[in-house]
């Protein structure tokens, strides 16, 4: 079954917000929002691609960055997702 990345983009942020609740706009590790932190770790393992993938694909994905709200010329620093 295909899944459109898109809307599961946006029900994951949902689900992640509603269950950090509070939490979920605080930074994590890298300075951008724990709930953004979480999103992006879905979204790569929905599409099957590594961590170092991930900024390149996101690029290229303007929707998603936009549901995300990050702006696809100015990605965060991405090497807190490899750690963690």
């Known amino acids: 079954m295909e899944v459109d990345l898109l809307d599961f983009v946006e029900q994951c942020r ?8 509070k ?3 605080e930074p994590a590790s890298g300075g951008f929002a724990r709930w953004k932190h979480v999103v992006l770790h879905c979204f790569r393992l929905e599409d099957g691609h590594s961590y170092r993938e991930t900024p390149n694909r996101l690029q290229y994905m303007t929707e998603i ?3 995300l709200g990050l702006d696809p010329d100015d990605m965060p620093d991405f090497t807190t997702l490899y750690k963690s």
Not at 14 to 19: D, R
């Open 14 to 21: 949902q689900l992640v917000k509603q269950a950090l609740g």
């Open 65 to 67: 960055c936009d549901a």
């Open 23 to 25: 939490h979920a706009g």
